[in-house]
């Protein structure tokens, strides 16, 4: 059973647009929600992360949106660069193990 | 990467034969992991480590077998492999911020 289900399962977005990807959970202990980018070859690496007491987390050009009582949410990356291709993997953990989701192969289109 | 290390990075192994993945890390984290990604599927925990010796089953334990015998080495067998576990394996150590993990080993078994 998925525990964390994750979509769309690619992406293409054109230069300068905004990359969406939404997960959804329900497990209410889940206490904590990051997100990974992976680029072929390499293992995936933090990129940004929130915990259930804020709705929002803004680091650079990636925000996270998180829903609580609707168990959702979601990774908007503004002003897409070709740099930004890569695979995104959401995420959610309660306690030391973390349950993944399938993963979002974002092209952005220069 | 952040102190951790696979081993090897690629490797072709025949069906029917045993083979051993090593995790290493430098940082002393007591919890570590085993998952392999394949496409469609994301990441999926095999097993996991809360300590020297102490070990526990992910959600596709099977035909897989782990070891810890120093806090610094976490080692995955196939005790006898099958094409079905042909995959990219990664290893992530818990630092209390998140999941690290390493750069892979891509295994095909022919």
């Known amino acids: 059973q998925q525990q964390v289900k994750q979509s769309p399962q690619s992406l293409i977005v054109q230069k300068g647009g905004i990359s969406i990807i939404n997960c959804a959970y329900e497990?209410?202990?889940?206490?904590?929600f990051p997100w990974y980018q992976q680029f072929p070859g390499k293992g995936p690496a933090l990129l940004i992360a929130?915990?259930?007491?804020?709705s929002e987390k803004k680091e650079g050009r990636f925000t996270i949106s998180f829903n609580k009582s609707a168990k959702q949410f979601s990774l908007h990356i503004m002003d897409s660069q070709p740099g930004d291709s890569a695979t995104y993997f959401c995420?959610?953990?309660?306690?030391?193990?973390?349950?993944f989701g399938t993963g979002t192969s974002l092209t952005v289109i220069p | 990467d952040a102190g951790i290390t696979q081993s090897p990075r690629h490797k072709v192994t025949e069906t029917g034969t045993p083979v051993t993945l090593r995790c290493h890390q430098t940082?002393?984290?007591?919890?570590m992991y085993w998952y392999r990604q394949d496409p469609g599927h994301g990441l999926r925990l095999i097993h996991y480590?809360?300590?020297?010796?102490?070990?526990d089953k992910g959600e596709v334990s099977d035909g897989y077998s782990v070891s810890r015998s120093k806090t610094e080495d976490f080692l995955l067998t196939l005790e006898s492999a099958t094409s079905s576990q042909t995959s990219v394996y990664f290893c992530?150590?818990?630092?209390?911020?998140?999941?690290?993990f390493g750069s892979g080993t891509r295994l095909t078994v022919v």
């Open positions: 995420a959610a953990s309660t306690g030391n193990q973390f349950y």
């Open positions: 497990n209410t202990a889940f206490d904590y």
């Open positions: 929130i915990r259930p007491d804020v």
């Open positions: 940082e002393n984290h007591r919890y």
């Open positions: 480590s809360y300590g020297v010796k102490d070990t």
């Open positions: 992530a150590i818990n630092t209390g911020f998140g999941y690290t």
